[in-house]
Structures are given as structure tokens and as C-alpha cells.
């Protein structure tokens, strides 16, 4: 009697090991959150989705053409981006799919069209078109209607992102002779710029919390991740190498930062946290444009 209550003892025990063990790994598979980003491949180019740790990467698109850029959706549910697929005009234009890679569907047609970014409300995407004589930041309804243009300069304008309450899009733009971000009202209105150097300041990224804008600077002679207050106040340099890092993205809790790293003509998807510490590859070459999901 004595050795069985033994036996249920220890078999309680490690039952109960392996069910706080269970709990453990379900709390970090839940916190783990997903990034989309493009594979480069044989001259070719596809979206894919990984979990936030590099794990279980799945592709989405399936062209011989090149596919870039990937967006969320505020909801997670669907993935913007842009493809070359429609032979037809040779043009990349804008399309959107659900994020499992179905009902791919094409919302722009004319001229070249890229670099969606959603509205926090998902009811409109921000991008850029050749439409025009230069490049010019547009807007559009999600479902690709109403596409209305936005800047008005005879420069490049690129890289637009939304503030968190969808009044403000930070873009970036070579109207002062090099790249500067500027901001502007949702409808153009009151353009604001918010970098001064005589070198590229680009790819500008607003936080989920709207406090701050990363963004990539060649002020120091590569590219290096920066971050500033949304008000262009407080720049300051998170990354310190002589490659290029570039295409910030921030997670849901606008805690940490991923990027691609630009080596010896490759790509590589980093992570870091928000003040440039605890810096983590997470792909190895050839993937690049990450895009943080706005939900885990
Ligand atoms: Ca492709
Ligand atoms: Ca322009
Ligand atoms: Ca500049
Ligand atoms: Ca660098």
C-alpha cells in the first residue's frame, strides 16, 4: 500500500511537471506575433509569413514574377503588396489577399503602383503611382476605389505610414535635393518636414502607439535604423555598422523593431529591441521588407 501511494505520488508529480511545462510553452507560442516579408529567388520574388522567432515560415504567392512589400490589415486578416503578375502593362500594381494567401485580388492599374500601407481603421491604403510625371503618395478606399492623389511635388515621394489615429501620414521625399521624412494631413494638407541632413532619411515607420516614427538614415555613411518622436524631435541611432540597415517595422506593444541588414548583396531580417539592444537574426539570406502584424 505504502509503494503505491509512493507510485500515485510520483506519477502526480510529474504530471503535474509536465502541465506547467505545457503552460510555459503555450504562453510563448501565443506572444510570439508574425512577421510577412519577400523571398528573393532565382530572379524571382515571393511573400511569405513567418512567426516572430523565424519559425514556421509559409509562402503565400506563387508567380514567376517579382511580388514585394508586404502590408497588414489593422484586423491581421489581409496582406497588401505589390506583384508584376499582370503582364498586360509590365507594370507592378497594387494587390491584396487574405493572410493565409487566398483570393488574391488586384486594386490598382495604372502606371506603376507600390508601397501600400493601411490606414489604422482599414478603410483606406496609402501608396505610391507613376500615374502622374513623378512618383506621388495616393490614397484609396481598401477595396481599391476613390484613388485619389495626395503630394503634388516634382520629386520622388515615397513610403507613406499612417499615424495611430489616421489624421497623419509620415512619408519621405527628395524635394530639399537628398531624402528627408516629412508629415502631412491624411488629405496632403499642412506638408511638415522633419529631417535635416544633406543625406538619405527614408523609409519611415509610425509606432502602433503613435509616439514615434523609425525610420532609415545614410547620415553616418551606411544605413543605420533611427528613431524619433513623432514631432521629429529626439533622433537617435539604434543601429552602428558599416552594411546597410534598412525597413523598420515595429511590433503590436511598439516594444521592439525588426529590419532587414543589407550584406554582401544579400538580405537578412533582424529584431531588436526599440533602444537598439538585444539585436537577433531571425532569417537567414534573401529575405527582405519585413512587415510586423499589427495583432498576435
Ligand atoms: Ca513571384
Ligand atoms: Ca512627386
Ligand atoms: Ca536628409
Ligand atoms: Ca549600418
Same mark, same amino acid.
Given at each position: 500500500m505504502g509503494e503505491s501511494y509512493l507510485h500515485k505520488k510520483q506519477v502526480m508529480h510529474t504530471l503535474l511537471i509536465l502541465l506547467a511545462l505545457l503552460v510555459v510553452v503555450c504562453q510563448a507560442e501565443e506572444g510570439v506575433g508574425r512577421i510577412a516579408f519577400d523571398f528573393h529567388h532565382d530572379r524571382n520574388s515571393d511573400i511569405f509569413v513567418m512567426d516572430a522567432d523565424g519559425e514556421n515560415r509559409t509562402q503565400l504567392t506563387y508567380t514567376t514574377y517579382p511580388e514585394h512589400g508586404p502590408a497588414w490589415s489593422p484586423d491581421g486578416l489581409h496582406i497588401a503588396y505589390d506583384s508584376y503578375r499582370d503582364e498586360f502593362d509590365e507594370h507592378s500594381e497594387i494587390y491584396v489577399m487574405d493572410a493565409d494567401g487566398e483570393n488574391q485580388t488586384q486594386l490598382t492599374d495604372t502606371g506603376n503602383n507600390w508601397a501600400p500601407a493601411w490606414s489604422p481603421d482599414g478603410s483606406r491604403i496609402a501608396f505610391i503611382s507613376t500615374r502622374t510625371l513623378d512618383t506621388e503618395i495616393f490614397v484609396m478606399d481598401a477595396d481599391g476605389g476613390n484613388q485619389t492623389q495626395l503630394t503634388f511635388s516634382p520629386h520622388y515621394d515615397t513610403g507613406p505610414t499612417w499615424s495611430l489615429d489616421g489624421l497623419r501620414i509620415a512619408f519621405s521625399t527628395y524635394r530639399d535635393g537628398d531624402m528627408e521624412i516629412f508629415v502631412m494631413d491624411a488629405? &496632403? &494638407?499642412?506638408q511638415t518636414q522633419l529631417t535635416f541632413n544633406s543625406e538619405g532619411d527614408y523609409e519611415p515607420a509610425w509606432s502602433p502607439d503613435g509616439r514615434r516614427i523609425a525610420f532609415s538614415s545614410d547620415r553616418d555613411g551606411d544605413s543605420e535604423i533611427f528613431v524619433m518622436d513623432a514631432d521629429g524631435s529626439n533622433q537617435t541611432q539604434l543601429t552602428f555598422n558599416s552594411e546597410d540597415d534598412q525597413y523598420p517595422t515595429w511590433n503590436p506593444d511598439s516594444s521592439r523593431i525588426a529590419f532587414h541588414y543589407y550584406s554582401d548583396k544579400r538580405y537578412y531580417i533582424y529584431v531588436m529591441d526599440a533602444d537598439g539592444g538585444n539585436r537577433v537574426q531571425l532569417t537567414e539570406g534573401d529575405c527582405a521588407s519585413p512587415a510586423w502584424c499589427p495583432v498576435e
Open positions: 488629405d &496632403g &494638407g499642412n
